[in-house]
């Protein structure tokens, strides 16, 4: 194994990461471990199996664009995608959510930003300029959080309360779900593939109509689930005969071979089986997939993720946690038997939110290295130094940090100076904040919140940290305002206003306030 991939592996395999969530858009529960090999090739199952990768065919390697939060402007698609396509990408799965131009009854779904129908003609013209199979994601079960919470269609949850999932009992809910495909394959009019989602129907079986069914013995949660899914992939089918759905394959994991065969499922979709902890478990996979492969599935999908996953909060994107997770879908990939079961592709997801009442997490320019890497390692089958420096030149940098990223070698790409802003802010603002306004012992013992309060202070004590706390000031300002202006660039006016309440005001506000606190008291004290 060479320096680099080592190097790599000792990163990571002595970092913890804790994710919150267990979904397409909300990472499993994982803390990341090194067990023993079960053959006794050692302590670190990753190190055996990177030495066996042989550059499996991946399929089509697909980008998602999770659109439900920081959704970014054409103009910086214009200049994203090249790097796309020159990284290896060969579609985009574009997840609208409330960024599609839904008319009619349908408006009320729309985001105040969402992108007109001439925006979404000249997002498909791009994808063709660059040879991207286009695959739109639209929710049909699960994640109807965008839907549900209007008034207008909360009667059709599946439990009152929570705007989550959509009841499939009333007819109304498939009428809904018609027309948004509908009103999608209107302008997507030559896709080959349509993303139903149908992933984590959070309270399916517990609204009223499902309970009284279910205690009737009249059906179970997984009927309930597959009736659904059919449904609409059925309805796909016969109204748009060259368009395959895509599912994510979650709900089906604990369904039984039988029940599965017994739905005919396997006709009507191609799941798309998701993970993206960092230690994948290849031989449950394996498993996972040989159970579709038994019950009739001949044509899977994969889904990784390059940003997104370790953390609903999370800032900055650990290239190695991504990294890993993309090794070991490699080995799975290696293991799959090819003459029963194809493999269409794989979906690298870069999660925004994790739904949609979150907060972003890591915004897409922080995850641009990391997709780099990925794609670059599923292209050439292996992370090695040659993958890397393809990377840097491609991204105009002199180095990668494969923990999280530097402020000082960004890069050259498109977005580059929001990584090396964002990564300066969340690194050293709070810190340096913190050290002037709790460790100065001259503000600590002389200026604190009482004496701010009274405006009472010695000026001569003052003079100690005034020059201090004004440079701070100053260099935050001036940084802060910096990073407004590249965000505003790419993002709306809500997203550049919602990531920065979120991680530089709480900080900076302090800062603000403690600076008009001590301009206030010079002012009383000179006076006085």
């Known amino acids: 194994m060479n320096s680099m991939l080592s190097l790599i592996l000792s ?24 067990p023993k090999m079960a ?22 390697k697909l980008v998602h664009m999770d659109l439900k939060g920081a959704p970014p402007k054409m103009s910086y698609l214009r200049e994203i995608f090249p790097l796309f396509e020159q990284l290896g990408a060969d579609g985009i799965l574009l997840e609208y959510e409330d960024m599609f131009p839904y008319n009619g009854n349908l408006q009320i779904l729309r985001s105040p930003n969402a992108y007109s129908p001439s925006d979404i003609t000249n997002l498909i013209n791009l994808a063709k300029k660059h040879n991207f199979e286009i695959i739109p994601l639209v929710q049909t079960f699960g994640h109807m959080e965008f839907v549900l919470k209007h008034n207008s269609f909360s009667h059709l949850r599946e439990m009152r309360a929570f705007p989550n999932s959509l009841n499939p009992h009333k007819e109304e809910s498939m009428e809904l779900i018609k027309s948004m495909i509908d009103q999608i394959m209107a302008i997507h009019n030559d896709i080959r593939w349509l993303h139903i989602g149908s992933d984590e129907v959070y309270y399916l079986g517990e609204g009223e ?8 013995g009249q059906t179970n949660i997984d009927s309930l689930f597959l009736s659904h899914v059919k449904a609409v992939a059925s309805y ?26 017994e739905s005919m499922l396997d006709q009507l979709v191609e799941p798309m089986i998701w993970e993206y902890n960092a230690d994948l478990d290849v031989r449950m996979m394996s498993l996972q997939i040989e159970k579709y492969q038994n019950t009739g599935f001949s044509q899977i999908w994969f889904a990784s993720a390059f940003k997104g996953a370790t953390g609903a909060a999370q800032c900055l994107t650990s290239i190695s ?12 990939a290696e293991a799959l038997p090819r003459n029963t079961i194809h493999l269409q592709g794989i979906a690298l997801t870069g999660w925004q939110r994790y739904d949609h009442f979150s907060v972003l997490c890591e915004l897409l320019p922080l995850g641009i290295p990391s997709l780099a890497i990925c794609l670059q390692t599923l292209k050439h089958g292996e992370f090695s130094e040659n993958v890397e420096e393809l990377v840097k030149k491609s991204l105009g940098c002199k180095s990668l940090q494969l923990n999280f990223p530097s402020s000082e070698d960004a890069g050259k790409f498109p977005g580059s100076d929001i990584l090396a802003l964002v990564t300066e802010v969340i690194i050293n603002l709070q810190v340096s904040v913190d050290k002037l306004l709790n460790e100065n012992i001259y503000i600590k013992g002389w200026f604190s919140n009482y004496h701010r309060k009274r405006k009472f202070v010695h000026l001569g004590i003052i003079q100690n940290f005034e020059g201090d706390a004004r440079g701070v000031h100053a260099q935050w300002e001036a940084a802060v305002s910096k990073l407004r202006t590249a965000m505003e660039r790419i993002y709306y ?3 550049v206003e919602e990531w920065l309440e979120e ?11 403690f600076v008009k ?12």
């Open 236 to 261: 796909v089918i016969a109204t748009y005969p060259s368009v395959k759905p895509i599912m994510w394959d979650d709900m089906l994991r604990n369904i039984s071979i039988d029940k599965l065969k």
């Open 503 to 513: 991680h530089v005001n709480p900080a900076l506000t302090r800062l603000q306030i």
């Open 11 to 34: 990163m990571f395999f002595h970092s913890f990461y804790t994710t919150l969530h267990t979904d397409p858009t909300e990472a499993p529960v994982s803390v990341v471990s090194c």
């Open 321 to 332: 946690y991504h990294l890993a997770n993309h090794l070991q879908w490699l080995n799975i």
């Open 39 to 60: 053959d006794g090739q050692g302590d670190n199952p990753m190190e055996a199996d990177v030495k066996m990768l042989k550059s499996p065919q991946m399929g089509l």
């Open 517 to 528: 606190d001590m301009d206030e008291t010079l002012a009383s004290s000179t006076i006085n």
């Open 493 to 495: 006016p809500d997203a």
């Open 209 to 216: 109509e499902s309970k009284q069914l279910i205690e009737h």
